[in-house]
Nanobody, 120 residues
Framework: QVQLQESGPGLVKPSQTLSLTCTVSGGSITTNYLAWSWIRQPPGKGLEWMGA???????GYSPSLKSRTSIPRDTSKNAVTLQLSSVTPEDAAVYYCARGPSTAWGTDYWGQGTQVTVSS
């Protein structure tokens, strides 16, 4: 059974770059036709899809976050990383990693999420 585990700093200072890692077990991030997304939920708000990388390494990003977001992968570690630059307190949220079909960047299996606070 596939498992997704998010990890990274729980506290980031404004203007810094947030870096989170999603480590996948029980399956490969290069499995055909799968994609790996990052989604976040700020306190009191809805879910926001941020971007994703698919099995062949192609990426897609939310237009509103594209200028600040990068999602590289490390196939040797079977992990996907989220990098969000120039963070502000508005970037505080629970960040989730999710797997799904690469078509339309879908999601069908999620990690438990990790809380990120942005504060000096």
């Amino acid at each position: 059974q596939v498992q997704l585990q998010e990890s990274g700093p729980g506290l980031v200072k404004p203007s810094q770059t947030l870096s989170l890692t999603c480590t996948v077990s029980g399956g490969s991030i290069t499995t055909n036709y799968l994609a790996w997304s990052w989604i976040r939920q700020p306190p009191g708000k809805g879910l926001e899809w941020m971007g994703a990388i698919n099995y062949s390494g192609n990426t897609g990003y939310s237009p509103s976050l594209k200028s600040r977001t990068s999602i590289p992968r490390d196939t040797s570690k079977n992990a996907v990383t989220l990098q969000l630059s120039s963070v502000t307190p508005e970037d505080a949220a629970v960040y989730y990693c999710a797997r799904g079909p690469s078509t339309a960047w879908g999601t069908d299996y999620w990690g438990q999420g990790t809380q990120v606070t942005v504060s000096s």
